[in-house]
């Protein structure tokens, strides 16, 4: 009976405290390989001369979180225009989408660049929920403009970005998703870790099939951050999806943009039915 009470009083304790100790250095590397701004080596100055774009700041319970926006064609009287909320990958920045988001405003589209959390110029530290809630206040923002149809919202990532707003499409609604050069999901990047271990399980596959809306996958065939059977299983998983392939790695896609952005607008053309 003495002994038990020593084991309660002293070594569960300490069992239990190893054992957390054990499971969040198990669960750090995980992390680190899903968000990975400690490998961004230098910050772009920020264009105090862009007139393309304006700058804002969410304000979180961890300090300021960057955003910019891009306002496009449409109006509140008499027509609306289309939006693009856009995610980059984890060893990335708005800054470096820059050129995709003044493409999309020159054919019409308002597009928001929402930062991650512990990225440049932003404060606090990543992880999947802190994300989701900062995109969620990115994503109602944006159809709270009176020139933006909220009815023709377009989500669009790259790598952990597809992540990102494939889960927001469990919460928010869109038009049409685009995912580039993205996993099928956290555990099958993580060399099967089980479940337990991954803090930030982002499962792009199964997110994807509870979408009802139009997807289009851009992968690179040569990618070796991502594999190009991440792309295949997901088009095989989910048949209705275009799937568009191109002869580049990860970080050096697409090798051609005029074709790229062709094929962008075709498939929003599908989307709504007419040239936009």
Request: with cysteine.
């Amino acid at each position: 009976m003495r002994n038990s009470k020593i084991y309660f009083h002293y070594l569960l304790p300490a069992v239990l405290l190893f054992w957390y100790a054990v499971m969040a250095g198990c669960t750090h590397p995980v992390r680190r390989l899903v968000f990975q701004p400690h490998h961004i080596q230098k910050l772009p100055p920020f264009p105090d001369s862009a007139t393309q774009f304006n700058r804002y700041w969410l304000h979180t319970e961890q300090g300021r979180v960057e955003w910019w926006l891009f306002k496009g064609g449409g109006s509140a009287v008499p027509r609306k225009g289309p939006a693009v909320l856009m995610a980059h990958g984890n060893r990335e920045l708005i800054d470096h989408y820059r050129k995709r988001a003044e493409t999309y405003q020159q054919i019409g589209f308002t597009v928001l660049l929402g930062e991650y959390r512990g990225y440049g110029r932003s404060d606090g530290s990543p992880s999947r929920e802190r994300i989701a809630s900062d995109f969620r206040h990115f994503y109602d923002h944006l159809i709270a403009l009176p020139n933006v149809d909220p009815a023709r919202i377009v989500f669009h990532g790259r790598s952990l970005g597809g992540g990102v707003l494939s889960d927001l499409s469990r919460e928010r609604p869109a038009a049409a998703i685009i995912v580039e050069s993205t996993f099928l999901s956290i555990k099958a990047m993580a060399w099967g870790a089980p479940n337990f271990l991954l803090s930030d399980n982002y499962n792009t596959l199964a997110a994807l099939r509870t979408y009802q809306g139009p997807i289009l996958i851009i992968h690179g065939t040569h990618d070796k951050v991502v594999p190009v059977r991440h792309a295949v299983e997901m088009k095989r998983q989910i048949p209705r999806a275009e799937l568009i392939l191109y002869e580049c790695g990860h970080s050096n896609c697409p090798p051609d943009w005029e074709i790229y952005w062709a094929n962008i607008t075709s498939f929003l053309d599908q989307v709504w039915g007419t040239p936009f």
